[in-house]
């Protein structure tokens, strides 16, 4: 079922090819469409409407497993829960959105990379030290989050998620719903994709797209031919980079295989180029496969330079780890600039997305493995339309992938695809509309090795019409698409608006996830402080106040201090009904910890001003709310 613009296609002109050229002549083409025909830039009425006769037809292809639209939970009334937990980039925001399915209403927001007032992160000790030793930055740019799997199925411990704009990478804890660690990579710049290991989450891996030089210590400042990118493996459960290997070239995401031995990387700019005319140049890029147990050999035999406290092993093409029967890194040809790259949920192949060609090379991972020349591993390559971006799976057989170009996602047949001569159509099933400008996509489960197969979030670029007007900024377009019903086709459901920039999301089943209600006190390192501990304590100009917090009270009425004490307070909120928060702000000394029941945290600042400074609980807490404040009084020093 092939779904329609709701405005004019005058808001996508920008994106496509309006050059009057004939296909014979792409001299004054934008370089970076050169080798695409320009008729490919058109939507051609025909096709549209073949595609519309084909969505009736597309039961034969698996449809066993299929769901009508019309026996499926679209709404979610008041007081009922959602089916899934989708886990969103916030983008510019460096947070995760928390998004239930298939409501699509917003749950949460968690702070990873930017400080958050509402949950007070970074302004407590923790958390405040835990952003500062990650480097220090006051923004992130949140790109990928991905959940931890134990059997390639997800387990419920971990979310992790890269920084784009600084080389780091976090992990949240998924009993509290909240950031519990983050590296700051050595030798990256750009940690672009993020992803695990799989079948059990043995590495994280940071896939770093700027080529700089190693080391990066001013010595080899303008000779491009000499930087290089590298992706870390990162230990998650302690955060720390265990490797990195050099490669030829830029990366771009990435993706791990369901066996353990290959993680895949797209990258551009095999030119080793610095504008970008001349990383357009080449007809090719590479698809980058890591053999990590050759990696881990080389590591354990000692074959690496430390550069940043890190094994960085060489892994470009020229490296003599590359020439053996077992290179650790296999480079395959592939068209100019590829995107996304994803394992599908069986493990059997890997699949790039063209971006600047309008095909997807599918790669056939045990053919990888035993192959003297990487590029017969190329098994397939259909035609999908303009601008293929990334591809998600529903567990019958089926690829969707967006379409920037062509403001579209294209269902497709895989194992066609491998059949069918290079450059085919055949294997596309349908297209839906969406809008517009689809980047990341993501179904449910896709990114396991059993996808649920009914609900699919297209993450769109550009909400031109489809909202409120808010001013030049517009909010972007977060569509649930459903996609259980191989007889009907896709269906698009709902728009949600989202705030720049998001980029992909992974979505989990409710039943895998079992978050905490309240804190356990064991799990954090803070002193609980009940009522029966409240104290304060001084020695040499330091003041540490110890005290409770529930309805209506702190723990001390009054704390004073003397101007140029270092004062830390550890406070606990000893409720224990679930969901009623207090805080404590002292907003003139930029304090602000949020405390859920059960919850410790503790801050450190200077009183440096005299004066009076009230105390209060900032989260609506009860009918005494307002009188929930106590009094900090700084006596000048003498």
Same mark, same amino acid.
């Given at each position: 079922?092939?779904?329609?613009?709701?405005?004019?296609?005058?808001?996508?002109?920008?994106?496509?090819?309006?050059?009057?050229?004939?296909?014979?002549?792409?001299?004054?083409?934008?370089?970076?469409?050169?080798?695409?025909?320009?008729?490919?830039?058109?939507?051609?009425?025909?096709?549209?409407?073949?595609?519309?006769?084909?969505?009736?037809?597309?039961?034969?292809?698996?449809?066993?497993?299929?769901?009508?639209?019309?026996?499926?939970?679209?709404?979610?009334?008041?007081?009922?829960?959602?089916?899934?937990?989708?886990?969103?980039?916030?983008?510019?925001?460096?947070?995760?959105?928390?998004?239930?399915?298939?409501?699509?209403?917003?749950?949460?927001?968690?702070?990873?990379?930017?400080?958050?007032?509402?949950?007070?992160?970074?302004?407590?000790?923790?958390?405040?030290?835990?952003?500062?030793?990650?480097?220090?930055?006051?923004?992130?740019?949140?790109?990928?989050?991905?959940?931890?799997?134990?059997?390639?199925?997800?387990?419920?411990?971990?979310?992790?998620?890269?920084?784009?704009?600084?080389?780091?990478?976090?992990?949240?804890?998924?009993?509290?719903?909240?950031?519990?660690?983050?590296?700051?990579?050595?030798?990256?710049?750009?940690?672009?994709?993020?992803?695990?290991?799989?079948?059990?989450?043995?590495?994280?891996?940071?896939?770093?797209?700027?080529?700089?030089?190693?080391?990066?210590?001013?010595?080899?400042?303008?000779?491009?031919?000499?930087?290089?990118?590298?992706?870390?493996?990162?230990?998650?459960?302690?955060?720390?980079?265990?490797?990195?290997?050099?490669?030829?070239?830029?990366?771009?995401?990435?993706?791990?295989?369901?066996?353990?031995?290959?993680?895949?990387?797209?990258?551009?700019?095999?030119?080793?180029?610095?504008?970008?005319?001349?990383?357009?140049?080449?007809?090719?890029?590479?698809?980058?496969?890591?053999?990590?147990?050759? !990696? /881990?050999? *080389? &590591? #354990? %035999?000692?074959?690496?330079? +430390?550069?940043?406290?890190?094994?960085? @092993? =060489?892994?470009?093409?020229?490296?003599?780890?590359?020439?053996?029967?077992?290179?650790?890194?296999?480079?395959?040809?592939?068209?100019?600039?590829?995107?996304?790259?994803?394992?599908?949920?069986?493990?059997?192949?890997?699949?790039?997305?063209?971006?600047?060609?309008?095909?997807?090379?599918?790669?056939?991972?045990?053919?990888?493995?035993?192959?003297?020349?990487?590029?017969?591993?190329?098994?397939?390559?259909?035609?999908?339309?303009?601008?293929?971006?990334?591809?998600?799976?529903?567990?019958?057989?089926?690829?969707?992938?967006?379409?920037?170009?062509?403001?579209?996602?294209?269902?497709?047949? !895989? /194992?066609? *695809? &491998? #059949? %069918?001569?290079?450059?085919? +159509?055949?294997?596309?099933?349908?297209? @839906? =509309?969406?809008?517009?400008?689809?980047?990341?996509?993501?179904?449910?489960?896709?990114?396991?090795?059993?996808?649920?197969?009914?609900?699919?979030?297209?993450?769109?670029?550009?909400?031109?019409?489809?909202?409120?007007?808010?001013?030049?900024?517009?909010?972007?377009?977060?569509?649930?698409?459903?996609?259980?019903?191989?007889?009907?086709?896709?269906?698009?459901?709902?728009?949600?608006?989202?705030?720049?920039?998001?980029?992909?999301?992974?979505?989990?089943?409710?039943?895998?996830?079992?978050?905490?209600?309240?804190?356990?006190?064991?799990?954090?390192?803070?002193?609980?402080?009940?009522?029966?501990?409240?104290?304060?304590?001084?020695?040499?100009?330091?003041?540490?106040?110890?005290?409770?917090?529930?309805?209506?009270?702190?723990?001390?009425?009054?704390?004073?201090?003397?101007?140029?004490?270092?004062?830390?307070?550890?406070?606990?909120?000893?409720?224990?009904?679930?969901?009623?928060?207090?805080?404590?702000?002292?907003?003139?000394?930029?304090?602000?910890?949020?405390?859920?029941?059960?919850?410790?945290?503790?801050?450190?600042?200077?009183?440096?001003?005299?004066?009076?400074?009230?105390?209060?609980?900032?989260?609506?807490?009860?009918?005494?709310?307002?009188?929930?404040?106590?009094?900090?009084?700084?006596?000048?020093?003498?």
């Amino acid at each position: 079922m092939t779904q329609t613009h709701d405005s004019d296609d005058s808001s996508l002109e920008t994106n496509r090819a309006t050059d009057s050229t004939t296909d014979d002549d792409s001299s004054e083409r934008d370089p970076l469409f050169a080798r695409i025909p320009r008729r490919d830039f058109m939507k051609a009425g025909a096709a549209t409407g073949a595609m519309a006769s084909m969505a009736g037809c597309t039961g034969l292809l698996g449809g066993d497993d299929s769901v009508s639209l019309e026996d499926v939970k679209t709404s979610v009334e008041p007081g009922e829960h959602d089916d899934y937990y989708a886990f969103l980039s916030g983008g510019h925001t460096g947070e995760i959105r928390v998004y239930g399915l298939p409501s699509m209403r917003q749950l949460m927001r968690i702070p990873v990379f930017q400080t958050e007032s509402a949950r007070g992160y970074g302004y407590d000790d923790r958390t405040s030290e835990m952003l500062e030793e990650a480097g220090g930055y006051t923004w992130g740019d949140a790109h990928h989050p991905r959940v931890s799997q134990t059997d390639n199925d997800y387990d419920g411990r971990w979310a992790f998620v890269n920084d784009k704009a600084n080389g780091r990478m976090a992990r949240i804890d998924l009993e509290y719903f909240e950031t519990d660690a983050i590296v700051d990579i050595p030798n990256q710049q750009g940690t672009h994709g993020a992803c695990c290991l799989l079948p059990d989450t043995k590495y994280v891996f940071g896939v770093g797209e700027f080529r700089v030089p190693m080391p990066n210590d001013g010595q080899d400042l303008d000779d491009p031919s000499n930087y290089t990118s590298t992706i870390a493996a990162i230990d998650p459960e302690t955060m720390n980079v265990e490797w990195e290997v050099l490669v030829d070239g830029n990366m771009d995401n990435g993706d791990g295989g369901k066996e353990g031995r290959w993680f895949f990387a797209t990258g551009y700019n095999s030119e080793h180029a610095t504008t970008e005319s001349e990383m357009s140049s080449s007809d090719t890029d590479w698809v980058k496969a890591f053999d990590v147990p050759a !990696i /881990e050999e *080389a &590591v #354990e %035999a000692g074959d690496y330079d +430390e550069i940043g406290g890190v094994p960085v @092993v =060489d892994g470009t093409r020229d490296s003599s780890l590359n020439e053996s029967d077992r290179p650790i890194v296999r480079y395959l040809d592939v068209s100019k600039s590829p995107h996304g790259v994803s394992v599908t949920p069986d493990g059997k192949y890997a699949i790039a997305s063209g971006k600047l060609d309008p095909t997807a090379s599918v790669i056939d991972i045990e053919t990888l493995a035993d192959a003297d020349d990487p590029n017969d591993a190329i098994v397939g390559r259909p035609r999908l339309g303009m601008g293929p971006l990334h591809t998600a799976y529903d567990g019958r057989g089926h690829a969707y992938t967006t379409l920037f170009i062509d403001s579209q996602v294209v269902k497709w047949d !895989i /194992e066609a *695809a &491998v #059949e %069918a001569s290079e450059e085919s +159509e055949d294997p596309v099933i349908e297209k @839906v =509309d969406v809008h517009y400008n689809p980047g990341h996509l993501i179904a449910a489960e896709s990114y396991t090795a059993d996808p649920q197969g009914d609900w699919l979030i297209s993450l769109n670029k550009l909400s031109k019409d489809r909202f409120l007007p808010v001013g030049p900024m517009h909010p972007e377009n977060d569509q649930l698409i459903y996609i259980g019903d191989d007889e009907e086709g896709m269906s698009l459901v709902k728009d949600t608006p989202s705030y720049a920039e998001p980029h992909d999301a992974s979505i989990v089943s409710a039943e895998k996830l079992d978050p905490a209600k309240v804190y356990d006190p064991e799990d954090y390192d803070e002193e609980f402080i009940s009522p029966e501990d409240n104290d304060i304590s001084r020695e040499n100009g330091r003041v540490h106040v110890k005290m409770h917090s529930q309805r209506n009270q702190f723990g001390f009425t009054d704390v004073t201090v003397t101007e140029g004490d270092e004062v830390t307070f550890t406070v606990t909120n000893v409720e224990q009904t679930a969901d009623l928060l207090h805080s404590l702000a002292i907003p003139e000394y930029d304090v602000n910890i949020k405390l859920a029941p059960q919850e410790t945290r503790e801050v450190t600042f200077t009183a440096d001003e005299p004066g009076v400074y009230w105390m209060y609980c900032a989260f609506f807490c009860s009918a005494l709310h307002l009188e929930m404040r106590s009094r900090l009084l700084v006596e000048p020093a003498e």
